[in-house]
């Protein structure tokens, strides 16, 4: 294989954006993908950097990462946003220092577009933190945040619908997961989806607070004329 088709391939033929920058972080060249992907042409990118050309969202973590492997040589491996033709995306970036006689001269990168991969593993932390019928977060939630939150000031109830399995026998199943479902919305209204948890069985739920649901939820109460007297300060161990 020569060199100059091998190149070739980098620079036209393969489906990822390719880029190289000297010392100064100029670009003096990128690839077609690259171009395209941004809407540029070639004489727009030469002797720039991404920095005035406004193609990145945080551009000084860019900055520092490419500052560091022009230093120390060391690849870099980051996740970050970009701007593409007026949408903001989410890139994945591979970047590599060049050498000319043991010296670095410049580095190589390339990157992917993530945005739709990233969205969908989003979606599905969501779901499988989530209880399916509720929407509150599940008991493996509860736990993760029950250690987070060890040693700091909470409230923390237990609610339990009464008479909920002779609703259930009377009117049926789909009519007490509305229950469920209505009581869940009021739930989340209240505290926020941060703070509500499904419990372990089928007819309860948990919401977990911290001090600042205290606050709201003395101000509420407050409103109506309850008081709630709790001695000295709650805390998980």
């Known amino acids: ?39 540029l042409t070639l004489p727009e990118v030469i002797g720039h950097n991404d920095d005035k050309l406004g193609l990145n969202v945080h551009p000084e973590n860019f900055q520092e990462s490419e500052m560091q492997l022009l230093e120390d040589g060391g690849p870099v491996k980051e996740r970050g946003k970009t701007r593409s033709r007026g949408r903001i995306r989410e890139i994945m970036i591979l970047k590599a220092p060049v050498y000319d006689q043991d010296q670095i001269v410049g580095l190589i990168g390339f990157f992917m577009d993530i945005t739709n991969t990233s969205k969908q593993i989003n979606r599905l932390e969501n779901e499988a933190a989530r209880d399916d019928l509720t929407s509150l977060k599940n008991r493996h939630n509860f736990a993760r945040d029950f250690n987070y939150l060890t040693g700091k000031p909470i409230l923390a109830m237990m609610l339990d619908v009464d008479h909920f399995k002779k609703f259930n026998d009377n009117f049926g199943h789909r009519y007490g997961d509305e229950v469920l479902k209505k009581i869940s919305q009021a739930l989340l209204k209240i505290y926020g989806i941060g703070h509500c948890y499904t419990g372990t069985g089928a007819t309860n739920s948990w919401c977990s607070a911290t001090l600042l649901i205290l606050t709201r939820l003395r101000k509420k109460t407050g409103s109506s004329g309850k008081n709630w007297n709790m001695p000295g300060s709650w805390t998980s161990t």
């Open 1 to 39: 294989m020569q060199p100059e088709n091998l190149w070739d391939a980098i620079t036209h033929q393969i489906k990822l954006s390719v880029f190289w920058k000297d010392r100064q972080r100029n670009f003096p060249g990128a690839n077609q993908h690259f171009l395209d992907y941004y809407g």
